[in-house]
Antibody, heavy 120, light 107 residues
Framework: EVRLVEFGGGLVQPGGSLRLSCAAS????????MSWVRQAPGKGLEWVST????????TFADAVKGRFTISRDNSVNTLYLQMTSLRTEDTAVYYC?????????????WGQGTLVTVSS | EIVMTQSPATLSVSPGERATLSCRAS??????LAWYQQKPGQAPRLLIY???TRATGIPARFSGSGSGTEFTLTISSLQSEDFAVYYC?????????FGGGTKVEIK
């Protein structure tokens, strides 16, 4: 059974930093691209970032480019999202999602999400 | 950037009736289109990928169709557990945009 568990969310002040983690199990983590998708309160889904299976290619939404970094450690089956220069508009539930291929594909499985609140 | 537009924003349907949800892409996405279901307080769940292929465990009452820029999700006979928000998403090119969602509510 595929399982994705996110943690690291919480309350942070504007301009602050936070690192999210996603622990994966139930599949060969190093074979699949992984992504972060977020959802602001009461709003729709917004893709944030993707790392390919071996982490050599990373992509970001314009809204977070230059502020967020995605990485993965295939030896411990974990995906990370380092968030810096946080803004109030980054407040959202952040979901980790397994992609269907090594590079791209649809979002095949989702974690339950972790809430990030950016507020003073 | 490919903009995804879903209609209607809200669909009121009686249990047992058919629901038809639309998704339009501003540029062609070939068949790289997925549909997700999200219930309150839950993570999204994959329903359809490749425009028309049901994901593992998804009931046959869910079907997807379309290509290019016009896509449809049909729920043939709505069950109580189907009342939720549905999102389409293209994965043909970056950024991987979602539509704004269609809320299917009980009439």
């Amino acid at each position: 059974e595929v399982r994705l568990v996110e943690f690291g969310g919480g309350l942070v002040q504007p301009g602050g930093s936070l690192r999210l983690s996603c622990a994966a199990s139930g599949f060969t983590f190093s074979d699949y691209a992984m992504s972060w998708v977020r959802q602001a309160p009461g709003k729709g889904l917004e893709w944030v970032s993707t790392a390919t299976a071996n982490g050599d290619i990373t992509t970001f939404a314009d809204a977070v480019k230059g502020r967020f970094t995605i990485s993965r450690d295939n030896s411990v089956n974990t995906l990370y999202l380092q968030m810096t220069s946080l803004r109030t508009e980054d407040t959202a539930v952040y979901y980790c999602a397994k992609r269907s291929t090594a590079v791209n594909g649809h979002f095949e499985y989702w974690g339950q999400g972790t809430l990030v609140t950016v507020s003073s | 950037e490919i903009v995804m537009t879903q209609s209607p924003a809200t669909l009121s349907v009686s249990p047992g009736e058919r629901a038809t949800l639309s998704c339009r892409a501003s540029l062609g996405v070939s068949g790289y289109l997925a549909w997700y279901q999200q219930k309150p307080g839950q993570a999204p769940r994959l329903l359809i990928y490749g425009a028309s292929t049901r994901a593992t465990g998804i009931p046959a009452r869910f079907s997807g169709s379309g290509s290019g820029t016009e896509f449809t999700l049909t729920i043939s006979s709505l069950q109580s557990e189907d009342f939720a928000v549905y999102y389409c998403q293209q994965y043909n090119r970056w950024p991987l945009n979602f539509g704004g969602g269609t809320k299917v509510e009980i009439k």
